[in-house]
């Protein structure tokens, strides 16, 4: 990855079938949601946000490191549980191997993070909890339900989303950088977010819309030191996510998001309507979307998590020197 972080190191799809050994997973959950990674060798931090035990295979080369961030009401660990075949064909793709002269670009395999949302929410947040005759202390109750930001009612303003932000970026920090994003429902909408946010010249344009409105949401806090150590992300990927329509955030939007993208859509759809998906698909250069004959949920079918996965190979699976062919090698025979 070009980035200044220390070394933690048309689409054409296809899969690379190796054993299965040594994927990395990392859950990231604040300290108020509990011991959660207590079975993923987990060890608490004073900061709030606990990190994984010491890496196994692989542990000391170069890992491809991916953003997962989960849905609204969901938390790390849940989307983890949720996306665990898509996890399996990921590791397929990028086995953790020696270090090769001519195709080594990801060695140590692949470190997948789930951070949690900041947001916990209650049940009177949550789409479909029925406050007819509830009582007010039952509404405030806590729930293992988190969210990026909330939607203020009568709006589309985010309200918390600096807080869910700053989350992401200290996940960011916390792993020396990452290479690409994948996000469910509002957590696709924050891949969007993110992948704009690292990509060069954003902060310009940011404050660009601030001058002329001052309402216009601006260019986070730590965003600007922490691109320029990470970098463009080499890819994004929504599952069954959005664009945030209101004005105030046209920033992460115009100009498109420059980075890879990739959008996938269930058809059945009824959480997040088509043309909101849509809507992002149009906000990214090349407006790549795949459809899945399905409804709001990340597909684990083979065929479609084999489509996402040629995907991330397409955009992260680069030849670090020219490859050579027998006749052209410099060999003592």
Same mark, same amino acid.
């Given at each position: 990855?070009?980035?200044?972080?220390?070394a933690?190191? $048309?689409?054409?799809?296809?899969?690379?079938?190796? %054993?299965?050994?040594?994927?990395?997973t990392?859950?990231?959950?604040?300290?108020?949601?509990g011991?959660?990674?207590?079975?993923?060798?987990?060890?608490?931090?004073?900061?709030?946000?606990?990190?994984? *035990?010491?890496?196994?295979?692989?542990?000391?080369?170069r890992?491809?490191?991916?953003?997962?961030l989960h849905?609204?009401?969901?938390?790390?660990p849940?989307?983890?549980?949720k996306?665990? $075949? /898509?996890?399996?064909?990921l590791?397929?793709a990028?086995?953790?191997?020696?270090?090769?002269p001519?195709?080594?670009?990801?060695?140590?395999?692949?470190?997948?993070?789930?951070?949690t949302?900041?947001?916990?929410?209650? %049940? *009177?947040?949550i %789409?479909?909890?029925?406050?007819?005759?509830a #009582?007010?202390e039952?509404?405030k109750? =806590?729930?293992?339900?988190?969210?990026?930001?909330?939607? #203020?009612t009568?709006?589309?303003?985010?309200?918390?989303? @600096?807080?869910?932000?700053?989350?992401?970026?200290?996940?960011? =920090?916390? *792993?020396g950088?990452?290479?690409?994003?994948?996000?469910f429902?509002?957590?696709?909408?924050?891949?969007?977010?993110v992948?704009?946010?690292? @990509?060069?010249?954003?902060?310009?344009t940011?404050?660009?819309?601030?001058?002329?409105?001052?309402?216009?949401?601006?260019y986070?806090e730590?965003?600007?030191e922490?691109?320029k150590?990470?970098?463009?992300?080499?890819?994004?990927v929504?599952y069954?996510?959005?664009?945030?329509?209101?004005?105030?955030y046209?920033?992460?939007? @115009?100009p498109?998001?420059?980075?890879?993208? /990739?959008?996938?859509?269930?058809?059945?759809?009824s959480?997040v #309507?088509?043309?909101?998906?849509k809507? /992002?698909?149009?906000?990214? #250069?090349?407006?790549?979307?795949?459809f899945h004959?399905?409804?709001?949920?990340?597909?684990v079918?083979k065929?479609?998590?084999?489509?996402?996965v040629?995907?991330?190979?397409?955009?992260?699976?680069?030849?670090?020197?020219?490859?050579?062919?027998? @006749?052209?090698?410099?060999v003592?025979?």
């Open positions: 990855m070009p980035n200044g972080f220390p933690s190191p $048309a689409l054409r799809f296809s899969i690379t079938r190796t %054993p299965q050994r040594g994927i990395i990392k859950y990231l959950t604040r300290s108020t949601v011991n959660r990674g207590s079975k993923s060798g987990m060890s608490a931090s004073t900061s709030g946000v606990a990190t994984p *035990a010491e890496d196994g295979v692989g542990s000391g080369l890992k491809l490191k991916i953003l997962m849905g609204y009401t969901q938390s790390g849940l989307f983890h549980a996306t665990r $075949a /898509l996890e399996k064909i590791h397929k990028f086995p953790p191997k020696p270090i090769s001519i195709f080594s670009s990801y060695p140590g395999g692949v470190h997948l993070l789930y951070p949302a900041p947001l916990r929410l209650v %049940p *009177a947040d %789409p479909g909890y029925n406050v007819e005759g #009582e007010d039952g509404m109750e =806590e729930t293992d339900a988190w969210g990026w930001w909330r939607r #203020e009568g709006s589309a303003v985010y309200s918390g989303l @600096e807080d869910g932000l700053r989350t992401i970026r200290t996940t960011i =920090e916390d *792993a950088g990452v290479d690409g994003v994948i996000g429902s509002q957590g696709g909408c924050a891949a969007a977010f992948a704009s946010l690292l @990509e060069p010249g954003r902060q310009d940011f404050e660009k819309y601030k001058a002329k409105d001052s309402s216009a949401f601006g986070p730590g965003w600007e922490l691109q150590i990470n970098g463009e992300l080499k890819f994004g929504s069954s996510g959005f664009y945030a329509p209101d004005e105030i046209k920033g992460f939007f @115009e498109k998001i420059r980075t890879k993208f /990739l959008s996938v859509i269930g058809s059945l759809d959480v #309507e088509e043309h909101r998906s809507g /992002l698909v149009e906000r990214t #250069e090349g407006a790549r979307v795949v004959p399905g409804g709001h949920f990340v597909p079918g065929d479609m998590a084999s489509v996402v040629g995907f991330v190979r397409e955009c992260c699976l680069v030849k670090d020197e020219k490859e050579e062919s027998v @006749e052209d090698m410099d003592p025979f």
